[in-house]
């Protein structure tokens, strides 16, 4: 058994979803709950699910790969605004700078944490050509 | 009667409404509908006020423990399998207080059942004869 939740998602408004419908897929519960507040929200204008590709110089190999965000979001704000965002859904502790004392999980995390940098700063960098704003969302930010 | 799970969709809040900065509580939501108690039916002469005040009761538990036997199992779909497992346990201690309930009103019932059938086995029957115990039929004789 898969250590997350994951499956295909059918949404209920196909019409806000920008992409391909028979292949939205999430990974974890917390894509899931997600997914579904972007689809049942009705000041989510649009969105997608990994259908962007950033392409960014990976530190681990020096070789570029293309990374796809969780999420590309059309909403409208409380001021009428509407707004684009790219997000990553990702664990807290994934987003600070490893702390594992063991030596093998801590060679993993620091590889992992590099990666995840060099992803979100390339990320950053696409959404500032393309005035977006790029968020990486935890479970604080989801379970509040 | 089978119970009928009613799932029903209403606009509540989410975390990430106010991260968004976008109108608070708009989010549609599918949620299990408590269900409105069974109209609990008393047998005229067997059954009192109090009779009918626990049959009530246990039908209100009986309600109550199908409703969030319903949420639980469909909390069990959405998270991951180390948490679905725990949630099926709750899921089940739900499901047995509600056989406890029935149970309850299975015991009742064949009580009353006793007592009712008493009560019609001094009419007479399909072929005539009545059916009387010695202290019922010395009341009979009595009351001439």
């Known amino acids: ?144 | 009667m089978a119970r009928q799970i009613k799932k029903t969709e209403k606009a509540a809040e989410h975390p990430l409404e106010e991260l968004l900065d976008i109108e608070e509580g708009t989010t549609i939501m599918e949620y299990v509908e408590p269900a409105m108690p069974a109209e609990v039916v008393t047998v005229d002469g067997v059954y009192d006020e109090k009779d009918t005040e626990i049959e009530e009761q246990l039908q209100e538990i009986y309600e109550v423990a199908m409703t969030q036997f319903e949420v639980q199992s469909g909390v069990c779909e959405e998270v991951e399998g180390k948490y679905a497992a725990r949630n099926a346990e709750v899921a089940v201690q739900f499901l047995t207080a509600a056989l406890n309930a029935v149970q309850t009103k299975s015991t009742v019932k064949a009580n009353k059942d006793k007592l009712v059938v008493k009560a019609i086995t001094s009419e007479p029957n399909a072929k005539g004869n009545i059916v009387l115990d010695r202290n019922e039929l010395m009341k009979m004789l009595e009351s001439k």
């Open chain 1, 1 to 144: 058994m898969a250590r997350f939740k994951q499956g295909w998602y059918v949404p209920k408004h196909p019409e806000k979803y920008v992409g391909k419908l028979d292949k939205i897929r999430y990974m974890s519960s917390w894509e899931l709950k997600t997914h579904k507040f972007l689809d049942n929200n009705p000041n989510i204008l649009k969105w997608s699910s990994e259908e962007i590709q950033i392409p960014y110089l990976k530190p681990t190999d020096n070789r570029v790969h293309r990374y796809f965000p969780d999420y590309w979001v059309l909403f409208r704000n409380k001021q009428g605004q509407q707004m684009q965002e790219i997000w990553e859904v990702k664990p807290f502790s994934q987003t600070r700078k490893p702390r594992s004392r063991k030596t093998k999980t801590r060679l993993y995390e620091d590889a992992q944490y590099i990666v995840n940098m060099a992803k979100w700063q390339a990320a950053q960098q696409f959404c500032n050509k393309y005035n977006l704003k790029f968020r990486i969302l935890t479970e604080k930010d989801l379970y509040r």
